[in-house]
T-cell receptor, first 114, second 113 residues
Framework: AQSVTQPDIHITVSEGASLELRCNYS??????LFWYVQSPGQGLQLLLKYFSGDTLVQGIKGFEAEFKRSQSSFNLRKPSVHWSDAAEYFC????????????FGGGTRVLVKP | DAGVTQSPTHLIKTRGQQVTLRCSPK?????VSWYQQALGQGPQFIFQ???????QRGNFPDRFSGHQFPNYSSELNVNALLLGDSALYLC????????????FGNGTRLTVT
């Protein structure tokens, strides 16, 4: 069975500082990996996805993530955080065999200090 | 190009009642999935519809049922509502096949009293 762990429930970061959100997954086959962002009262917006190929993927809003198979991780990073990045971030794992069904982690809430 | 639209945005129901939530997928998408997001948690997969049939189902009781129409829109029905069914219900659409990420609507907030 697939599972996703986001170890950090809350992270507080100063505006302009760097941000890294951790994600660890468990899946027997080659996974598809995603990061979504959710603002209060909103649905989920796709930030980036990894299917295959280059393990460093670029996304929208200046985010990037690196797939490390040996560590079963897919951490999300941003070099310089803006106040508008305050939101909840979800890592998810899927697989072609699962027919686009996604398993989500519990989320990390990011607070940005001025 | 309209994205995924869901209606209603908010709903208040009483225990034991039935509810129907609606979803129109993004243009060009033919697959619709439903997720339940309880407060403070990540979304949980309920089921997925393609070609008007339920293709996959998560760990939800039979009180949760759905339908997909020929225009690819979908409904989620929940019978005999429980307090624990209070959540944000998210609809996501995608194109069938390889490498199609999910696009989510803004959800329907269901409160059961």
């Amino acid at each position: 069975a697939q599972s996703v762990t986001q170890p950090d429930i809350h992270i507080t970061v100063s505006e302009g500082a760097s941000l890294e959100l951790r994600c660890n997954y468990s899946y027997g086959a080659t996974p598809y990996l995603f990061w979504y962002v959710q603002s209060p009262g909103q649905g989920l917006q796709l930030l980036l996805k990894y299917f295959s190929g280059d393990t460093l993927v670029q996304g929208i809003k200046g985010f990037e993530a690196e797939f490390k198979r040996s560590q079963s991780s897919f951490n999300l990073r941003k070099p310089s955080v803006h106040w508008s990045d305050a939101a909840e971030y979800f890592c998810a794992v899927g697989a072609w065999a699962a027919g686009n069904k996604l398993t989500f982690g519990g989320g990390t809430r990011v607070l940005v200090k001025p | 190009d309209a994205g995924v639209t869901q209606s209603p945005t908010h709903l208040i129901k009483t225990r034991g009642q039935q509810v129907t939530l609606r979803c129109s997928p993004k243009s060009g998408h033919d697959t619709v999935s439903w997720y339940q997001q309880a407060l403070g948690q990540g979304p949980q997969f309920i089921f997925q519809y393609y070609e008007e049939e339920e293709r996959q189902r998560g760990n939800f009781p039979d009180r949760f049922s759905g339908h997909q129409f020929p225009n690819y829109s979908s409904e989620l029905n929940v019978n005999a509502l429980l307090l624990g069914d209070s959540a944000l219900y998210l609809c996501a659409s995608s194109r069938s096949g390889y490498n199609s990420p999910l696009h989510f609507g803004n959800g329907t907030r269901l409160t059961v009293t």
